[in-house]
Structures are given as structure tokens and as C-alpha cells.
């Protein structure tokens, strides 16, 4: 599911992890409860470690891929969208 990833892709919480650490320059630790199971959000950039970092309506937070999964690819769509108005 990983390879599937990418910046920009269009993802849902699937699993919540014992604790969420904020996607900020100083990362802060908050509670699971912040987030529930099936928000979505979007891939703001890959983090070292193997965390995405994802922006939710709440804020931006790290995550692990075995947490998230991917509902929609932006890179596709617009890629599908060049190719059919050439």
C-alpha cells in the first residue's frame, strides 16, 4: 500500500495509533481521540521515519501508512486529464 502513497493523494484514517504526533517543526504528542476512523485528508509530504505527513480538518498530523489508506490519487487524475485534452 505504501508504493500506492504519494503527495497530494487523497487519504482516510483506517486504524488509529496510541497517540498522534503533530506535523509541525516542533512536534507535539495529542491524544488518539483528535482524530476518528474514516476522516480524510491529504498528503502534504513524506517525513523521515516512514511517517506521511497529512492535513486534516483539524490539523496536520504524522502518520504511518498501516494507519491511512488512499482514496484517490491527485497525480492521476490530473495526469488522465492532460492526456484526454491533447
Do not use: H
Not at 3 to 29: C, F, H, N, R
Amino acid at each position: 500500500m505504501q508504493d500506492q502513497i504519494s503527495v497530494g493523494s487523497k487519504v482516510k484514517i483506517v486504524a488509529l495509533p496510541s497517540y498522534l504526533k503533530t506535523a509541525e517543526p516542533m512536534p507535539m504528542l495529542r491524544p488518539p481521540d483528535v482524530l476518528e476512523i474514516g476522516e480524510e485528508g491529504i498528503i502534504i509530504d513524506r517525513r523521515p521515519g516512514g511517517y506521511w505527513g497529512v492535513r486534516f480538518a483539524k490539523g496536520a498530523f504524522l502518520m504511518e501508512s498501516q494507519y491511512i489508506e488512499v482514496i484517490s490519487q491527485e497525480g492521476q487524475k490530473s495526469e488522465n486529464e492532460n492526456t484526454s485534452s491533447s
